[in-house]
């Protein structure tokens, strides 16, 4: 499995976040298919056990509930 260190994470998101905000083209590449994008910068594979997802800024908040502990029904 190829290993990814924080510093790496960090240089390459810095470098595609930058890139989206004036490459159209790029951008559409983040939204559709993150993974290949990270790729261009960091000529690493992502492995396929994680999955990214990129999205637009927009006025929206995801809120992720915690696994539901209660009784079915």
């Known amino acids: 499995m190829i290993q990814w260190t924080p510093e790496e994470v960090r240089s390459v998101m810095e470098k595609v976040i930058e890139r989206s905000t004036t490459d159209a083209d790029f951008r559409k590449l983040c939204l559709e298919n993150p993974k290949q994008a990270i790729k261009k910068y960091a000529n690493k594979e992502i492995p396929d056990s994680y ?8 006025a929206t908040v995801t809120i992720v509930l915690p696994d539901f502990k209660g009784a079915e029904g």
């Open 51 to 58: 999955q990214i997802k990129m999205i637009e800024n927009k």
